[in-house]
């Protein structure tokens, strides 16, 4: 590898918001350099700045940010002094390439397909139209777009989101660039999509021998496709080298207690470590250990200093702490296993019998009736006690299934029992006394006019239990059940973060002392490190509390940590329904297998790259 | 074993947060646009409410050998009448102190009219959609294709003027911007999961419509209320200005527009200083509408 040409070197860049309270930096003193054909994964949680990063390479970044750097040469040509009209025409889309997260938003309604792919080839690499029609096509058909000629004329909408992403893969190199920036490009995706495009741009990238830079949060993707990696925290590098060494064998405590917060799939799960508190905003110049507020073996000198970078340029962190102090170190993740508790006998504590949903659809007012069966049929037992996983993909009905146990849209046939009752036919008081919901955007699950003190009263509010003094201290136990402190009572939901407000929820499901909580993919939108902590606390509370969980998610290693009994949904069906341990080791029906088949994991760095 | 240990909780945010209400009266304190707001509205509404103590002369009181004398800055004009007298030599100050009065009782009452049917029709249309939405609908298009200054011309003159007709007639006419405003928004906030949470504990819909959806529609609210106050003075100004709105000798601003039109060549203050004067109270109004918005909007909160 050492005779390839660099592509990419990137020398101490800065980037700075200019925001209401001061100058942030939210990028500082990163340096990286990319060789042909190598990928980079840059890896860290929201507010790391690794975002910030691709962006500034790209010249994207929002106006209230500056951007300095030493230096950044893309293939030994400066490009961080090209005017921004240079920089528009020869530079981007041309020699660098972006793909986005949000497939949804990233193609513009309006235009076709091929006039998208086509436009700025012609526009910029004085491609005829013809020929570049004809690279369209060939492009389309290479990322496994079916029917590419007739595709050209669609739009958008007519696409699934798998197919737009593909759709972008393809307009990223109709220019044959020699980088390209991928800023979570799978994160929107299904996991079954995101193998398959994952595996497509590491194709194309041996294809095409191309740069990459993958930007995610998802230390497990970049496992299965990049050659080095750069985790971020504050605005960051803290520690990179190449990815199955930092994976494997992390030394900055950071990476070490990033991942020892992500749930495996291999081996008996065991509890989750996790990283107290949040990233914090670091105003003004910081000439301390970025990390230092948040790390277990913290010095006093780490507040005052900043860190050394230890090791060479192939591998190095900043830490004070040297290879053998950590090595010493204790494991980040505790040793304990968690075991998701098995009820093999008893009554059902909520039944679902032959539920049938159907979604009518009429396209103006004499079309034709579309019919979509949402849920055919599907039966399930949750018994007392117990974690129960729904697992599958958008679209597959889960969430519609969960708002008809809730009872919060009636189905068109069969019948959902709730402790042997009907739930439609259930008094409201009584019902929100047996079942709660905990829904998966904490940013939308609070009102966000109420302070966190009156979010948690509600439902006695609603149900006009206790007077002020006794909903008072019903509020300050449940929420030092969940860890709230009390100091956040009269705080609103946009002052917290989103670990405090899925706190909060928490906290106001449990203030009616349910027996039964229904979590619609309750940390799909959190962190890793805030997951771990939001998952270690519904363990808890489970022990102590002796919960019932129905819990919905897409995400499997969440499920294989804490799921006592799992059913698969697809196309409105379960396919699969069983104990945990035994469908996620020997899956039986298709589906399962390529939904679990589809999982990156952690491990799969050390097999693939060494 | 423990529930959290103290090393899981979430860290404090760096500096302690202060109160909501302080916060609060700090971006006012910091918000011009809003202080001049409440300071030219505020001003106005002791200015009618003090009228009587405030004004030099009876408003209604003629004089004819004082009439038509120019504001006391304008050659022929006296300090007896500071902003002169209008045809019939009534004091032009008093009647613009006292039109005060009538224009903010019509702003402030048809805006609230106005509201009450606007945001009740919104908020049902926009929570319950459905056969509500599409009557609801059918209501905002009739209303919009009807000729609005036209019909209230008509009303005014089969029911006939006065302060109070006028105010309940410009009211029932100006409610379209807050259902459109407060159906769309109410809209996007039902699909809200903090809406199906209210439901999943057991809330009636009138909890969800009083606790979840209005208290997140009041930043639109206000400024559609200090919008339509504009436009409703405004309205009764029209009105006024073509002899339906509020009879002489009551004086309005508008009305005084009206009866100055005719000296408007060689009198020209006479329409100037109640056009300023109601210039002045919309401007304040649109500033108050858009601080008040600015101030207790929860994305300033952070």
Same mark, same amino acid.
């Given at each position: 590898m050492l005779d390839k040409r660099t592509i990419l070197s990137v020398d101490d860049l800065e980037v700075v918001l200019h925001t209401a309270v001061g100058d942030l930096k939210a990028v500082r003193g990163t340096s990286f350099d990319l060789k042909a054909g190598e990928a980079i994964g840059i890896v860290g949680e929201s507010g790391s700045g690794k975002s910030m990063t691709a962006l500034a390479l790209m010249r994207l970044l929002p106006r209230v940010a500056r951007l300095r750097a030493n230096a950044i040469a893309l293939d030994g040509v400066a490009i961080d002094t090209a005017n921004d009209r240079e920089f528009a025409h020869s530079i981007a889309g041309q020699k660098i390439s972006m793909i986005f997260q949000e497939p949804m938003t990233s193609l513009n309604p309006v /235009?076709?397909?091929?006039?998208? +792919?086509? %436009?700025?080839?012609? @526009?910029?690499? $004085?491609?005829?139209?013809?020929?570049?029609?004809? #690279?369209?096509?060939?492009?389309?058909?290479?990322?496994?777009?079916?029917?590419?000629?007739?595709?050209?004329?669609? /739009?958008?909408?007519?696409?699934?989101? $798998?197919?737009?992403?593909?759709?972008?893969?393809?307009?990223?190199?109709?220019?044959?660039?020699?980088?390209? *920036?991928?800023?979570?490009?799978?994160?929107?995706?299904?996991?079954?999509?995101?193998?398959?495009?994952?595996?497509?741009?590491?194709?194309?990238?041996?294809?095409?021998?191309?740069?990459?830079?993958?930007?995610?949060?998802? +230390?497990?993707?970049?496992?299965?496709?990049?050659?080095?990696?750069?985790?971020?925290?504050?605005?960051?590098?803290?520690?990179? !080298?190449?990815?199955?060494?930092?994976?494997?064998?992390?030394?900055?405590?950071?990476?070490?207690?990033? +991942?020892?917060?992500?749930?495996?799939?291999? !081996?008996?799960?065991?509890?989750?470590?996790? *990283?107290?508190?949040?990233?914090?905003?670091?105003?003004?110049?910081?000439?301390?250990?970025?990390?230092?507020?948040?790390?277990?073996?913290? #010095?006093?000198?780490?507040?005052?200093?900043?860190?050394?970078?230890?090791?060479? !340029?192939?591998?190095?962190?900043?830490?004070?702490?040297?290879?053998?102090? *950590?090595?010493?170190?204790?494991?980040?993740?505790?040793?304990?296993?968690?075991?998701?508790?098995?009820?093999?006998?008893?009554?059902?504590?909520?039944?679902?019998?032959?539920?049938?949903?159907?979604?009518?659809?009429?396209? $103006?007012?004499?079309?034709?009736?579309?019919?979509?069966?949402?849920?055919?049929?599907?039966?399930?037992?949750?018994?007392?006690?117990?974690?129960?996983?729904?697992?599958?993909?958008?679209?597959?009905?889960?969430?519609?299934?969960?708002?008809?146990?809730?009872?919060?849209?009636?189905?068109?046939?069969?019948?959902?029992?709730?402790?042997?009752?009907?739930?439609?036919?259930?008094?409201?008081?009584?019902?929100?006394?047996?079942?709660?919901?905990?829904?998966?955007?904490?940013?939308?699950?609070?009102?966000?006019?109420?302070?966190?003190?009156?979010?948690?009263?509600?439902?006695?509010?609603?149900?006009?239990?206790?007077?002020?003094?006794?909903?008072?201290?019903?509020?300050?136990?449940?929420?030092?059940?969940?860890?709230?402190?009390?100091?956040?009572?009269?705080?609103?939901?946009?002052?917290?973060? $989103?670990?405090?407000?899925? #706190?909060?929820?928490?906290?106001?499901?449990?203030?009616?002392?349910?027996?039964?909580?229904?979590?619609? %993919?309750?940390?799909?939108?959190?962190?890793?490190?805030?997951?771990?902590?939001?998952?270690?606390?519904?363990?808890?509370? @489970?022990?102590?509390? !002796?919960?019932?969980?129905?819990l919905i998610t897409h995400n499997i290693a969440v499920v294989h940590q804490v799921a006592s009994r799992i059913a698969v949904m697809h196309q409105g069906r379960i396919v699969e329904m069983g104990e945990a341990r035994k469908i996620l080791r020997a899956p039986e029906h298709d589906y399962t297998r390529l939904l679990l088949s589809s999982v990156p994991e952690l491990a799969a760095a050390g097999s693939n790259n060494q | 074993m423990t529930i959290s240990t103290p090393a899981d909780l979430p860290a404090a945010s760096e500096a302690k947060t202060p109160t909501p209400r302080a916060l609060m009266l700090r971006r006012a304190l910091e918000h011009k646009g809003f202080i001049a707001g409440v300071v030219i509205v505020g001003t106005l509404i002791l200015v009618a409410l003090l009228a009587p103590w405030l004004a030099p002369h009876d408003p209604f009181a003629q004089s004819l050998p004082h009439r038509l004398l120019p504001p006391v800055w304008a050659e022929g004009g006296n300090w007896d009448y500071l902003l002169g007298t209008d045809q019939v030599g009534r004091d032009y100050l008093s009647r613009l102190i006292y039109g005060a009065r009538v224009s903010l009782t019509i702003g402030f009452g048809a805006a609230l009219i106005g509201m009450m049917i606007g945001v009740t029709l919104g908020v049902c249309a926009g929570y319950f959609g459905g056969w509500v939405d599409h009557?609801?609908?059918?209501?905002?298009?009739?209303?919009?294709?009807?000729?609005?200054?036209?019909?209230?011309?008509?009303?005014?003159?089969?029911?006939?003027?006065?302060?109070?007709?006028?105010?309940?007639?410009?009211?029932?006419?100006?409610?379209?911007?807050?259902?459109?405003?407060?159906?769309?928004?109410?809209?996007?906030?039902?699909?809200?999961?903090?809406?199906?949470?209210?439901?999943?504990?057991?809330?009636?819909?009138?909890?969800?419509?009083?606790?979840?959806?209005?208290?997140?529609?009041?930043?639109?609210?206000?400024?559609?209320?200090?919008?339509?106050?504009?436009?409703?003075?405004?309205?009764?100004?029209s009105l006024s200005f073509l002899g339906v709105g509020i009879q002489p000798p009551t004086p309005s601003w508008g009305l005084m527009i009206a009866e100055g039109k005719q000296a408007l060549f060689y009198r020209p203050w006479l329409v100037i200083l109640p056009g300023v004067s109601l210039f002045l109270l919309v401007i304040g109004a649109n500033l108050l509408g858009d601080g008040l918005r600015d101030i207790t909007s929860p994305q300033g909160r952070n």
């Open positions: /235009y076709s397909i091929g006039r998208q +792919l086509t %436009e700025a080839a012609v @526009q910029f690499a $004085g491609l005829s139209p013809k020929v570049a029609r004809a #690279r369209a096509i060939e492009l389309l058909e290479r990322v496994g777009i079916p029917d590419p000629v007739g595709r050209l004329d669609q /739009y958008p909408h007519q696409l699934s989101g $798998g197919q737009r992403q593909r759709v972008m893969i393809a307009m990223a190199l109709m220019n044959e660039p020699e980088l390209i *920036i991928a800023d979570e490009p799978t994160t929107a995706l299904d996991v079954t999509v995101q193998a398959q495009i994952m595996e497509l741009l590491a194709e194309l990238r041996r294809e095409f021998g191309m740069a990459m830079i993958l930007i995610t949060h998802d +230390l497990a993707v970049v496992a299965s496709t990049v050659d080095k990696v750069a985790v971020m925290y504050g605005g960051e590098i803290v520690e990179k !080298g190449p990815c199955h060494e930092v994976l494997a064998n992390p030394m900055h405590p950071y990476t070490r207690g990033l +991942l020892a917060c992500v749930p495996r799939m291999d !081996g008996t799960p065991r509890r989750l470590g996790a *990283i107290p508190g949040i990233v914090p905003a670091l105003l003004g110049e910081v000439d301390f250990c970025v990390f230092s507020s948040r790390c277990a073996h913290v #010095r006093d000198i780490c507040r005052t200093q900043r860190p050394p970078i230890q090791g060479d !340029g192939q591998r190095s962190y900043n830490c004070i702490l040297s290879p053998d102090e *950590i090595d010493t170190l204790p494991p980040a993740q505790p040793n304990e296993e968690m075991s998701p508790p098995m009820v093999e006998t008893g009554p059902a504590l909520i039944e679902a019998r032959g539920i049938h949903k159907f979604y009518r659809d009429r396209k $103006g007012l004499f079309g034709k009736t579309r019919t979509l069966h949402a849920l055919d049929a599907v039966s399930l037992q949750i018994r007392r006690g117990e974690t129960f996983a729904l697992v599958g993909e958008s679209g597959s009905g889960k969430t519609t299934l969960a708002k008809i146990l809730l009872g919060l849209s009636p189905a068109d046939g069969g019948d959902v029992l709730l402790d042997g009752e009907p739930v439609n036919a259930m008094d409201a008081r009584k019902r929100a006394r047996l079942m709660q919901p905990i829904f998966q955007d904490p940013y939308s699950s609070l009102n966000p006019r109420h302070t966190i003190a009156q979010i948690i009263a509600r439902p006695l509010d609603v149900h006009r239990i206790g007077d002020t003094a006794s909903r008072k201290q019903a509020v300050l136990d449940v929420m030092t059940r969940v860890g709230l402190p009390e100091r956040v009572l009269n705080n609103y939901p946009s002052q917290m973060s $989103g670990g405090q407000r899925q #706190r909060v929820a928490i906290a106001r499901a449990l203030i009616m002392k349910p027996a039964l909580l229904v979590c619609d %993919e309750p940390t799909s939108a959190l962190d890793v490190s805030v997951q771990a902590q939001i998952l270690n606390l519904l363990a808890d509370l @489970q022990q102590d509390l !002796g919960l019932t969980y129905l | 009557s609801v609908s059918f209501l905002l298009t009739a209303q919009l294709a009807l000729p609005g200054l036209l019909l209230a011309m008509a009303l005014v003159f089969i029911i006939g003027p006065s302060v109070w007709v006028v105010i309940g007639i410009i009211g029932v006419l100006h409610w379209t911007y807050f259902l459109v405003v407060t159906r769309s928004a109410t809209q996007r906030l039902r699909s809200q999961d903090f809406v199906a949470a209210a439901r999943a504990m057991g809330a009636t819909r009138w909890q969800i419509l009083r606790t979840e959806i209005l208290p997140n529609l009041s930043s639109q609210i206000i400024v559609i209320f200090t919008f339509e106050l504009g436009i409703s003075i405004l309205a009764e100004s």
